[in-house]
């Protein structure tokens, strides 16, 4: 069955901490995979997006997801985190149809 | 930057009437979708348009929905009766994939309607 699965509902991490967040699927074909933030009372803006090409993808706002076909993850990363970055983090995958397939989201919390 | 816009941003229905959600698509798309998100839940895929007709809708659009681009530029989603569960986050999305083969092209989303169900 193709799915997406974001490890960790809620992660808190220190201001200029290393931000993690995990994506994984299952897909029996070759996904294309993509990042999206959502802002309190915004829509959802895509942050970076996998379709093939290099593994290592750089997006906006200093964010970085790499797609690992051998682990079926695309985790987001983000060296130094910024208050800004606060906010919900969706992984979002394509199996070869019309859709996106959306996980369940990841709040991420910013400390002082 | 070109962005999708919905309106209203927030609609209160009475449980049993009509709703339609208006959106904007990004004007050189040729893609476009409805979303929805329930309250702490995951965001899901309802429909989408290509070409003046549906291209592929999920089993949560039942009868109840329709989707029209009446105009060169409005998309609309339209809920006949209201149920008190389609309380939701509706999202509009456009892309311009390519056909010929599966979408590599992101979609990009507005804001949002909140519809609140009475």
């Known amino acids: 069955a193709q799915s997406v699965t974001q490890l960790g509902s809620h992660v808190s991490v220190s201001e200029g901490a290393l931000v993690l967040l995990r994506c994984n699927y299952s897909s029996s074909v070759p996904p294309y995979l993509f990042w999206y933030v959502q802002y309190p009372n915004q829509g959802l803006q895509l942050l970076l997006k996998?379709?093939?090409?290099?593994?290592l993808v750089k997006g906006i706002n200093g964010f970085e997801a790499e797609f690992k076909k051998s682990e079926t993850s695309f985790h987001l990363t983000k060296p130094s985190a910024h208050m800004s970055d606060a906010a919900e983090y969706f992984c979002a995958v394509n199996f070869g149809n019309e859709k996106l397939t959306f996980g369940t989201g990841t709040r991420l919390t910013i400390i002082p | 930057e070109p962005e999708v816009t919905q309106t209203p941003s927030h609609q209160v229905t009475q449980m049993g009437q009509e709703v339609i959600l208006r959106c904007v698509p990004i004007s050189n798309h040729l893609y476009f979708y409805w979303y929805r998100q329930i309250l702490g839940q995951k965001v899901e895929f309802l429909v989408s348009f290509y070409n003046n007709e549906i291209s592929e809708k999920s089993e949560i659009f039942d009868d109840q929905f329709s989707v029209e681009r009446p105009d060169g530029s409005n998309f609309t989603l339209k809920i006949r009766s209201t149920k008190l569960e389609d309380s939701a986050m509706y999202f509009c999305a456009s892309s311009e994939r390519d056909r010929g083969f599966y979408s590599n092209q992101p979609q990009h989303f507005g804001d949002g309607t909140r519809l609140s169900i009475l």
């Open positions: 996998y379709t093939s090409a290099a593994t």
